[in-house]
């Protein structure tokens, strides 16, 4: 007995944990975290296998992508009424063997796979009412794609459809793409927008078209050009995009085959209709004869004039239902008969109909000449209420932003189109003056979601103690009923400045941090203060200037400002830091320092005692190579700099400083300290100015989600030749974050690249490993070209608590940069022929990713390390000796290595001499 209990106990296990076969794994959402990889999500606590059938019905799966999505040949994955499916997290891609079975409303998103690839016997079946969303994301479609309507949503990207395919349902797309002759778009009904204005939103190759069979009511929106032109863009050429039943369309029968007219659904430019007309012996209606009124929760009125009742007279129908069913008569839920239609005759049904839906509706009339359908006016209409809702109250100074939020119902199928709701703004309040408004009426819900949310934007009067404020009113629509709920007013209140300690900047006066009228606390910082940079307050940038308190108690910059490079201007130096006794908070704005020069003294120098943050939405930003931001100019050497060489005639520059520049072999400063500044390039405006001196010492913690950027210029526009990054100097308890360090050379393909500069981070707290910090650092050369090499990288220095000033580990990474046809490249000195530095014996060099060190001396160091093939060392004749050599983590024996030994690595009649550990007896 005991045995056979036993046995049931491990059969009821196994069919717990392993669901009848040919049962799907079914998505429960028990484990209420919403996740794919959850085992209590789904029946059985059983992760589905690519191998396995999978049901997905009222929940929201989200797949956090570590590997790519495989589903295997004969397996179907339903999303059923109420799924939803998007992957995030990652970009890996979407391998499709099986099938997917997209049910009314459902939705299946991409989000961030890189690509959705749907393999020989692989399929889509994208059924009425479900979403497929890949927005952002070229969508191919191929006769692997059923669509039995539907709504297709790949943002501003391409549709490209590669084979004959039948379409009836909605493409939200930036522009039509086939990629072959043989791409032919069948569109039978629905709707179609076109949001791309470039390429006419239709790149063509060959023959390849878009086609309205015989009785389409196929909508196209294009944003992109006037009705008058419509046939010259679409219709004529030798290969037409755009076609009727097959055939082309002359000119002067275009007018008659289709309509062309206004639309305001559709975002963007100039938006049209193109809707194609009925051919003679059917049944036509009046312009604008099919309309809807009379809205209720419950029921409308639907309305059509008939022009020509047809030879022989067609059979009238009202067609309405929940899907649209475009110009396929058999696909409308519901089909009224309405008898034999008559010539000029206005026809009125009043229809039931159920709340909070979405409706479509039409007329048609039928003989055996054919179908005629009425264009209706709306489209689609929703028994449900629109509704606004916003804050009574905000400040006017607020650093956030009011959320506006208009919302629609969001149960059935109501958030299955693209919904567009007008309003008007009113108030005391003047819109650019007292505010601004993140969207401009009409405001758009987009498909899939039930509200949109606006952003209101105070803006600070401080000369007027008035209060103001303004009102957002939906409008009355075709489409919609309105809530009760229809109107907000936000009161903007007057600003309350920050209390003592607190001394928030305001700039009312001027930019100067000695004027104490531009300060809260209507006097300069002082030590005991903790200052305040932020939009809630701040009139303009703030320059910290000679003269300021060299001690605050804490700095705070809370929010993102707009411009996002407002920012603080210091006029510190390596000998004269500022000194935050507390944390340091930066959330948005920049931190720049005073320059360029002939000969730059000032620096962004600033110790701080407590924890430093950097947000997402902040910079320390002591150069800025390349994107020349207002704020981010560079800020080191000017047309001067060790690294820097005069040019003659139309010769250019390249710049040196941690490295070799294109053009100039000068490299100096610190590798272990680094105090310099960058080398201009040539040229004939600031632009072209080296990357400036950013020293932080952090006693605590330091986090960096933002940037910390001290890099070289860019070729602007003037003169020639690339500046070389500066220097980043931190020391700080702990290093964490996803943010940038980077002191990159300017680029200058043509003329010569900036080399990069130097970066030195210590950290001091025994426990702290830099690979807590996952963010980037980079002091990367850059880009040559067929005539002109790439520059060099700089250093990269790394010490942890337990280094001395004359240990660590030197990474020379130059990243991506190329060296063009050379045998030879423009290369890292070891050590800098201008050298600061006592010794390097204590230091190990890793070399990676095109870096190449040129050994300027024979050189001794604890050890050496090559990592791939793209890294090179040129000795030069000198000799390096170390305790230990390795390539690509394979530690070698302790002999000599010449090039004959490494050819890909060591370059020169020098060697590498890798000594044995030593062992020292005394004797006394």
């Given amino acids: 007995m005991k045995v056979i209990k036993q046995i049931f106990a491990l059969v009821i296990v196994f069919l717990v944990l392993f669901p009848a076969i040919g049962e799907p794994i079914t998505w429960t959402g028990d484990g209420v ?64 063997y099986g099938t997917i079975v997209l049910e009314n409303g459902s939705s299946f998103d991409t989000g961030s796979a890189g690509a959705f690839h749907l393999h020989d016997g692989g399929s889509v079946v994208l059924n009425s009412g479900g979403l497929f969303r890949r927005a952002g994301h070229t969508f191919v479609a191929n006769d692997k794609w059923v669509f039995n309507g539907g709504i297709i949503d790949n943002g501003m990207a391409e549709f490209q459809f590669n084979a004959e395919i039948d379409f009836n349902g909605v493409i939200y797309t930036g522009k039509l793409a086939p990629q072959n002759t043989e791409g032919i778009l069948n569109a039978r009904g629905g709707h179609i927008y076109l949001r791309d204005s470039s390429w006419d939103s239709f790149y063509q190759v060959g023959s390849a078209h878009l086609n309205f069979p015989a009785g389409s009511d196929c909508v196209i929106s294009i944003t992109n050009c006037s009705p008058e032109e419509i046939y010259d863009r679409y219709f004529s050429g030798d290969s037409p995009r755009m076609r009727y039943d097959g055939e082309t369309v002359a000119e002067n029968d275009f007018a008659s085959v289709f309509i062309v007219e206004a639309s305001d659904s559709f975002p963007g430019g100039t938006d049209l209709y193109l809707i194609p007309q009925e051919v003679d012996g059917v049944a ?52 009224i008969s309405l008898g034999t239609a008559v010539s000029d005759l206005n026809y009125t049904y009043p229809v039931s109909l159920n709340s909070n839906f979405l409706y479509y509706f039409r007329f048609a009339a039928t003989n055996e000449s054919g179908t005629a359908y009425a264009t209706p006016s709306p489209v689609y209409f929703m028994t449900g209420d629109v509704a606004i ?46 505010y601004t408004l993140s969207t401009e009426s009409p405001a758009r819900i987009p498909v899939g979601e039930s509200s949109v949310t ?118 510190t130096t390596p000998q004269q830091p500022l000194t935050i006794t507390g944390d340091c908070y930066l959330e948005g704005g920049y931190w720049v320092h005073e320059g360029p020069s002939n000969a730059p003294v000032y620096a962004v120098s600033v110790n ?70 960058g080398s201009s390039g040539r040229g004939d405006n600031l632009y072209f100015s080296g990357g400036g001196l950013i020293i932080l010492k952090v006693d605590g913690t330091t986090t960096l989600n933002g940037k910390i950027l001290s890099n070289g210029f860019s070729y602007p526009g003037s003169g020639r030749g690339g500046s070389t990054g500066g220097t980043i100097n931190i020391t700080t308890s702990s290093l964490s974050g996803n943010g940038v360090i980077a002191a990159d050379g300017g680029e200058d393909s ?25 963010g980037t650092i980079t002091a990367r050369g850059n880009y040559g070209s067929d005539t002109v090499p790439g520059s060099a990288a700089g250093t990269i220095a790394l010490q942890m608590a337990g280094d001395t000033e004359s240990s660590g580990v030197v990474i020379v990474d130059n990243i991506d940069v190329g060296d063009g046809p050379f045998d030879t490249a423009m290369c890292t000195h070891l050590p800098p022929k201008l050298d600061t530095d006592e010794r390097f014996t204590a230091t190990t060099w890793v070399l990676k990713n095109h870096a190449a060190v040129r050994l300027t001396k024979n050189i001794r160091l604890l050890a050496i390390g090559a990592e791939g093939n793209s890294a090179r060392l040129f000795t030069d004749g000198f000799d390096v000796t170390a305790r230990m050599f390795s390539v690509d983590d394979e530690l070698l024996p302790c002999v000599v290595y010449t090039a004959d030994d490494y050819p890909d690595f060591i370059f020169g009649t020098g060697s590498v001499i890798v000594e044995p550990e030593q062992t020292v007896i005394s004797i006394k």
Avoid at 313 to 319: C, K, P, Q, S
Avoid at 623 to 632: L, P
Avoid at 659 to 667: H, M, P, S
């Fill in 33 to 96: 975290d919403g996740l794919w990889f959850t085992p209590e999500n789904w029946s059985g606590n059983s992760v589905p296998s690519a191998s396995d059938d999978v049901l997905i019905t009222n929940g929201s799966v989200e797949y956090i992508a570590g590997n790519d999505l495989v589903r295997d040949t004969g397996t179907t994955l339903t999303m059923g009424p109420g799924g939803s499916f998007i992957q995030t997290g990652g970009i890996a891609w979407m391998q499709i």
């Fill in 284 to 335: 036509s209606f009046v312009s604008e004869s099919c309309v809807m009124s009379n809205l209720t929760a419950t029921g409308a009125t639907f309305y059509a004039a008939v022009d020509f009742a047809g030879v022989p007279a067609a059979d009238l129908f009202v067609l309405y239902g929940t899907a649209n069913g475009g110009a396929v008569f058999a696909n409308w839920e519901n089909k």
């Fill in 389 to 434: 809702e916003a804050p009574e109250t905000v400040p006017e100074n607020s650093p956030v932003p009011a959320s506006v939020v208009i919302s629609r119902p969001e149960q059935n199928n109501c958030a299955n189109v693209e919904l567009s709701v007008p309003f008007t703004l009113g108030g005391t309040a003047q819109s650019g003056v007292h």
């Fill in 454 to 571: 606006l952003s209101l934007f105070p803006k600070p009067d401080w000369n007027d103690k008035t209060e103001r404020a303004v009102t957002l009113s939906l409008d009355p629509n075709a489409r919609y009923m309105l809530s009760e709920s229809n109107s907000v007013t936000i009161t903007f209140t007057e600003a309350v400045l920050p209390s003592a300690p607190t001394n928030a900047f305001v700039g009312s006066v001027s930019t100067s941090s000695l004027d104490p009228d531009n300060w809260s606390l209507g006097v300069v910082p002082t030590s005991e203060h903790i200052v305040v940079f932020s939009p809630e307050y701040a009139q303009n940038d703030l320059d910290w200037l000679p003269g300021s308190t060299s001690v605050v108690a804490g700095w705070r910059q809370p929010y993102a400002f707009t411009p996002a490079d407002t920012r603080v201007l210091f006029h």
């Fill in 608 to 677: 701080i005692g407590g924890d430093l943050f950097v947000g997402a939405g902040a910079q320390i930003n002591a150069g800025n190579g390349g994107v020349n931001q207002a704020n981010g100019m560079a800020r080191g050497f000017y047309l001067a700099g060790p690294g820097y060489r005069p040019s003659e005639g139309d010769d250019g520059t390249g710049s040196s400083y941690g490295g070799e520049g294109a053009t100039n072999n000068v490299t100096y400063g610190s590798v272990l300290n680094p105090l310099n500044y």
């Fill in 750 to 774: 043509t003329y010569g690249s900036g080399s990069g500069g130097r970066i030195r981070i210590k950290l001091e707290d025994p426990a702290a490993m830099i690979d807590d910090f996952t």
